[in-house]
């Protein structure tokens, strides 16, 4: 079973808020990513991070940011939301499987609602 | 362009019923990933596939690395209102290995 986690699961807050989206892992994963996902629909890298310090932007563009100062922790902060952010936000950590091929394991989401 | 492509995006069947999903590349992967997502939930990892021609078996699920590993398919046998949920293939590709990237999805139900 994957330990990691994210908090809130849900939030719905008003236009022009300041929102931050927690992620924990408790596996000592270096890498750690950011994905959007619409219900139902394909997941979009948006940042990840090979370790402390590291960030990078995703394959789709984000107004969000993010920071890893802890090895454990990765959150996403969104300025000032906008309708435009509402979405599933996915966190994940991963690590070379034993078959050398890298595997995920995913946060359950935050459901983030602007309104 | 869609690096990945999953089909078909959408499948309805009855429970008994054999499906294969397939997720089709252009590009040599190092290694395939099957994830299954249900509603609300985040992605969980079925299996990986690292050779080509490789084939994994999962219960009543079996999976498929093409020869030029561009391609997998996922099989499933007697499908059970419990396999309901979004199928999703991901690929690392060589020197980025550890950066996956994600078909669209297969949304599988599976009705009584």
């Known amino acids: 079973e994957a330990d990691i986690y994210q908090t809130p699961r849900y939030l719905v807050i008003g236009t022009g808020k300041k929102i931050t989206l927690e992620c924990s892992q408790t596996m000592g994963h270096d890498k750690m990513y950011w994905y959007q996902q619409d219900p139902g629909m394909e997941l979009h890298l948006i940042h990840y991070?090979?370790?402390?310090?590291?960030?990078e932007k995703g394959d789709l563009s984000s107004e969000s940011t993010v920071s890893r100062i802890r090895t454990e922790h990765f959150p996403l902060t969104l300025e000032s939301a906008r309708p435009s952010h509402t979405s599933q936000y996915l966190c994940a950590s991963s690590e070379l499987g034993s078959y050398g091929g890298t595997e995920a394991f995913f946060g359950q989401g935050t459901r983030l609602t602007v309104v | 362009t869609q690096l990945l492509e999953q089909s078909p995006q959408f499948l309805s069947i009855q429970e008994g019923e054999n499906l294969t999903v397939y997720c089709n590349s252009s590009?040599?992967?190092?290694?395939l990933q099957w994830y299954r997502q249900e509603p609300g939930e985040g992605p969980v990892l079925l299996v990986t596939v690292v050779t080509g021609g490789e084939v994994k078996k999962l219960k009543r699920l079996t999976f498929q690395f093409g020869d030029a590993r561009k391609d997998s398919s996922l099989h499933i046998t007697a499908a059970q209102p419990g396999d309901t949920g979004l199928y999703l293939c991901?690929?690392?590709?060589?020197?980025?290995?550890?950066?996956?990237?994600f078909g669209k999805g297969t949304l599988l139900t599976v009705n009584p």
């Open positions: 991901a690929g690392a590709r060589g020197g980025s290995n550890y950066k996956l990237t």
């Open positions: 590009s040599v992967f190092s290694s």
């Open positions: 991070s090979y370790g402390v310090n590291s960030t």
